[in-house]
């Protein structure tokens, strides 16, 4: 599976952006989604997942109410719109896919199997 993120780019704090993921799978309804960050200097973490049937969603306190996780399994997508982003939201954003993922385990990198490349996302002050 190929992981391709994409619409990242600058914005100035309180603005929005809405990443994409597209996968490269006939399965793609069968995975679970996540994306996860690292800013310069930080260790990677967890922003949100969402479980291969669609009906949960995680976030992390830092995004709640303002970051909005969705899937498209016809065109094998997942969105992630940000909204009142915040200069400490600048970092690469990473999205990646588990087979058949669910529960609180999906706030964690080790079970996805597959990971994308990042897109950049930069929250000037």
């Known amino acids: 599976v190929q992981l391709q993120a994409s619409g990242g780019g600058l914005v100035q704090a309180g603005g929005s952006l809405r990443l994409s993921c597209a996968a490269s799978?006939?399965?793609?309804?069968?995975?679970?989604m996540g994306w996860f960050r690292q800013a310069p200097g930080k260790e990677r973490e967890f922003v949100t997942a969402i479980d291969w049937s669609g009906r949960s969603t995680y976030y992390a306190d830092s995004v709640k109410g303002r970051f909005t996780f969705s899937r498209d399994n016809a065109k094998n997508t997942v969105y992630l719109q940000m909204n009142s982003l915040k200069p400490e939201g600048t970092a690469v954003y990473y999205c990646?896919?588990?087979?058949?993922?669910?529960?609180?385990?999906?706030?964690?990198?080790?079970?996805?199997?597959?990971w994308g490349p990042g897109t950049l996302v930069t929250v000037s002050s």
């Open positions: 799978t006939r399965s793609f309804s069968s995975y679970a």
């Open positions: 990646a896919a588990e087979f058949r993922g669910w529960g609180t385990s999906l706030m964690g990198m080790d079970p996805y199997d597959y």
